[in-house]
């Protein structure tokens, strides 16, 4: 994949490509890479805890992740769109699903960032992770009704949730992200409600990182985990 | 890994390395890798069916066998080793351990290609890649004695076994073999014994060239299938 | 737990909380728990065959269906709300999942038990096991709407089904209710039409108490089966 | 199963019950049991890539795939209607869910043919695949409404897959289509607009068939495999 | 497999192919076959804690169990042949591998029964298991030394273990053993030393009757559990 | 197990007892029972990176090793014993295997730790897993020879690999060791030659003790996660 593509990560709730997939973001925008973020709600709901704490109105809530997220896409480096369909639960609807493969069809991403397809403690995160993969499908079928052409074989990979083990989640790709980790902090310091997450993602950071280095024998800091969902195809060993 | 590098084959029997990465030793030959195969014995008593039923005595198999082999590794392009340990069963002894970790010691492969880790339909297979398994780990300890140096982590890699859906065999990565097929198929004529398996190899890696199209939407025609022992390591999707 | 908590059994049809978790209710009454059995339905279509055999009309079976229930749970000291959401199969719908989310969030229950997450022999299991998963994630979402406060992390626990090994049920925990039997077989007598049933289930609980004695040397007679959803968490091994 | 029976074949597309189970349809009506194939779509929009390039309409494309289907579930000797509920995505409504449990009803399957319950390439297919698995359940409920008695208990089968190692496929059976090869072969090319896959069906059959030969000993040329849902019960090994 | 075979049972102890198998083994005989036990132990160690208890000697208790098994053979219509290697541990000699590749080519069994391959309770099972497994292939291969040919592919099955969702141990056949119950009954009773598992295998049997009578639809008592090794190959669906 | 008991932890090599099971110790030991820990081998060559970089002989590292496991050891309040076997292999004999027989009958512990039964990046660690599994079941048998008899049935749990998610690492216990953190983390800096493992570790307990928080709804600082190899047994949920 010499040529700079198209990146896609879509997120179910605001915050999520950040802490999950930031540095992979930041990574390939600094090859060159055109990344677009698609985030199905603002985690209003399910992931804004200490904005209730603080007596925020549902309204006030959407719009402070809006920002923050907003200004974290920003610092990364990608577009950011919100679907807006509500959390907790996300109900897949036939026009979120449809909204999804149109998106695809018409930017035609080289590969797509997802949640994983089980996680016991979020019921939002595998059902958007089901409605990825089936939205490329249906973006592959000639037959479906888009203005765009069908796209061919983008791969797709699950990010790392906040219980690995329990989501039966494997390693397939540590992705080395030092060079760009000091962009994915910033943009996580933008989750001015979740502090406490800077430093725990940090710490994940490092030790992918330490776990990268073992798995190469280069030295790397900083590294984020992906599992792949397809074979990947190629004229090398990787 | 844009540098050529040094690849291993660990080869249970003698023609194991040609139907299972044939295709892979070609296809790195042709990018300047060095390319190395070990077999571990000749395949002498468990897949010679057609030399016995000739009346072939043990050591005219073994001759055989070994001459078939080396005449097939010419063609491919790899330096070739027969550890001479007999088959059905193949015994790991600490002298074939040590022997192994020797090699790799000495050539510090980038990648290492062996067997699956289950097949019930041959022992020797399993053995061999938990003896490569373990060759590897001790290849990097400091301690391990040798006249050479630790290495670092090459990747391992399982080829693809007769019964795939029967060893919990997962595609990780489908190489594309199209450019040098012809080799593979040269090679595997090498093997006058098994001349039933040169279509049936040439059938499989069509089927999983038609799977490799679809995972990558490129034209693609012959491929082999292999899965990932440890994650990789990289800095970018792939 | 040293301090009795609150238990919930959410049962897809009227009986099954009898059949698979009438010890475990037993058993906590006894040590101070209050339990709450949900059941989604009565089993009426799918789980009363005989009453339909004898000619039953809809209405009766639902009527002596919760009478056998209330019976049953009677016996065993729980309270229990009827759904009447239908059976055969179950439609999970917006209200049902709220229903749920509410009664969690009223209750505030320590340990919940429901089905397994897989069984090929019955759809509205599986169907039951997911609402109750996501339910319990929805209820400890700040901004969920809800009249009561959001709450802690109750562990989750699948009872065991009737084929265990067509549903990859793992045993985690061997519950001793020997000390509650007769209150078990009491409440399954309760269940006229399924008469077959008495001795089946009696006799899984005694297998089940001879694991439970090779698995802890304890001389233990009843037994019943769980698997646990979540990590347990705690200050010593167990 | 000594007398002839029954078979269903359910297929998401019109074009499935072809590629992966025509050989067992064709040998089962050699043995004189009576084939009903249901096709839940034509596959008009996801799986006729070629005449939608060629400009057809959606109609016309879908006139196309029901003669295809019609004439090649002919040469082999099977019924079959079409609920013509649309593809990608198939859409399980209450009325479909029906409708296949009314279908199984009245025709008592012995055994049933349809998709695997994991498909990343493909969301129709384990949607049928659980949808058939959940009509049949609601077929062996005496209080299911139909007009027809409850069933027993037919075996159900998962047909093989284009990928099979990427869908978790373990194959139970090997079902030996030697005797009715040219029939498939027929059928097959029957669908013109799928030409490519005459071919790799034919070696698909090819290379099961070898392992038909190796699991039993016996000389077979070709083959279809199957993974079982249920446990078989019977009276011998089989 | 309408002509009646040879059914082999490998026994790591002696009684395990009472309890486990007894009644596959007196079906068969009941349908001609000839069945031949092989235990590799007396379970003298392990299996004997009451003669233990009762102050026997390691002779005495050898030769008291070697009784029990020949005689519980003899009901059931077994041949029977001991290796007297010892248990607790079972140390998997070249030799008893050779012995038992030397057993298979003799005998050519259409059928052997063994033990699951993972067993956390007992290290000797799994072990006999994979050594069942390997002489099996041993026994094919052209090349193997023995005064007898090499044989074909006997089916491979898993009987059950005494906790089978700790052994992953999944159900693929249901063997219908009510006409021959009787017969397992008094061979279990040949075991004085293990009274208490004479009522514990008579409930396991009928268990797996009432699940063999659902999975059916027909009226099944006594049933025994299977998992099978390899797929089964066949003209029908069975 | 409101009575004090005893822990067994069984280590590979000298270190993996502090750094995995360093916290369960020390807690353990605040709560009254007593603790044996049993060193295979002093990871004097497969873990001594530095030492070996820095010149020492076999026997220095040997000595240094075994002063700082001795250390840590006392820190933590265990007893501890060398077994001295050498690592890198580590090969299982007869003598072994009956050494840790002996210990476990004559200690008699209540709980077992040690290492997971699958980690590809070390084959000394499953292959002591299986080691101590085996040495377990021996203990229980009543015809094993010892002086001392047989034991019950002690809970054996895996502690955390370096890299969980490739172990298939499923967590089942978070053991919160918020209150003797301290002692663990002077137990590792015990550790001289492996000063960049105590804040990688660090960080490893912290992010446990984050998900032990959320799991349980208690504040927790440090934790430690463990897999359950047996059912636990009990008379409550926890």
Redesign the interface.
Same mark, same amino acid.
């Given at each position: 994949?010499s040529q700079p593509g198209t990146?896609f990560v879509v997120s179910a709730h605001a915050a999520d490509f950040v802490w999950r997939a930031g540095g *992979?973001i930041a990574?390939?925008r600094s &090859?060159g890479w055109k990344v677009r973020v698609l985030c199905l709600s603002f985690g209003?709901? !399910?992931e804004?805890?200490r904005l209730?704490?603080d007596g925020k109105s549902?309204e006030e @809530?959407k719009a402070i992740r809006r920002a923050e997220a907003e200004q974290a896409a920003a610092i990364l480096g990608a577009d950011i769109r919100f679907f807006d369909v509500g959390d907790? %639960?996300i109900?897949v609807t036939?026009e979120l699903?449809d909204g999804l493969v149109q998106e695809i069809r018409a930017h035609r991403p080289?590969?797509i960032l997802t949640h994983t397809f089980l996680d %016991? #403690?979020?019921?939002d995160h595998p059902r958007t992770a089901e409605l990825v /993969?089936?939205a490329r @499908?249906?973006a592959q079928?000639? !037959?479906?009704p888009s203005e765009h052409p069908?796209i061919?074989?983008p791969?797709l990979?699950s990010f790392e949730p906040? &219980? %690995?083990?329990?989501c039966q989640? /494997? @390693?397939?790709?540590?992705?080395?992200i030092t060079s760009v980790f000091d962009k994915k902090r910033q943009a996580m310091e933008c989750m001015q409600a979740q502090e406490h997450l800077w430093a #725990?993602y940090t710490?994940?950071a490092?030790?992918r990182g330490? &776990?990268?280095g073992?798995?190469?024998?280069?030295p790397?800091v900083y *590294?984020e985990? #992906?599992q792949?969902?397809?074979?990947?195809?190629?004229? *090398?060993?990787?």
């Open positions: 994949m990146l *992979a990574l390939h &090859q209003e709901r !399910g804004s805890a209730w704490k549902l @809530i907790y %639960p109900d036939p699903r080289d590969v %016991p #403690y979020n019921a /993969r089936e @499908i249906l079928a000639h !037959g479906y069908p061919g074989a791969q990979y906040h &219980q %690995p083990e329990q989640f /494997r @390693i397939d790709l540590l992705l080395d #725990y710490d994940v490092k030790r330490v &776990q990268a073992r798995n190469s024998g280069q790397i *590294a985990a #992906y792949r969902v397809f074979p990947s195809v190629g004229g *090398a060993f990787v």
